[in-house]
């Protein structure tokens, strides 16, 4: 099983991406080839439909390939942020049909429900299957680019195993 996780925070300190690396090393665990495109390590334009550059290209290969799709997002202003949108309109058609899951990380917990907008969206636009488990970690459960959170780090190999559990179902393998 081959899974992408998209790291899409471009915060040089990001904790999101802290859960992306976690989640590929569960992953290899558990038998899955894990990439991890860090957004900050590959700049996008900003989609105008048309402008498109060598890593948005690159991504909408990956995303192709994968079996399954992780987006490892923070959330602003109750929302995932603009780069993770800004992926899904690069990559557009691509998703169809793909296993997606969600790791999450905000400065406090009032926005756990952020990420709805975009598993509807792209549960409608491009028909993916969302995993129905998604991990939500504050700033408290990070320290020294770790996660400090046994909770956290539990919910991570949880969707993890899921994401792999289901990624096998659907493929019959």
Known sequence: MNVLILGCSLNPDSSSQILAREAAAILTSLGATAQVIDLR???L????????????????????????????????????NAAAKNVVEHVGSALEGKLVAFLCTA??????????????????????LIVPRFV?????????????????AGRVRALCEEVVRLGRAISGR
């Open 107 to 128: 400065g406090g917990s009032a926005s756990y429900m952020s990420v709805m907008s975009l598993a509807n969206s792209l549960m409608l636009d491009f028909r993916c």
């Open 41 to 43: 390590e590959r700049p």
């Open 136 to 152: 939500y970690a504050t700033s408290p459960c990070f320290a020294d680019g770790t996660i400090v959170s046994s909770d956290v």
């Open 45 to 80: 334009p900003v989609c105008d439909g048309e402008t498109s550059n060598e890593h948005a290209d690159a991504i909408t290969a990956a995303v192709r390939a994968a079996d399954a799709i992780v987006f490892a997002v923070p959330i602003y202003n109750y929302d995932v």
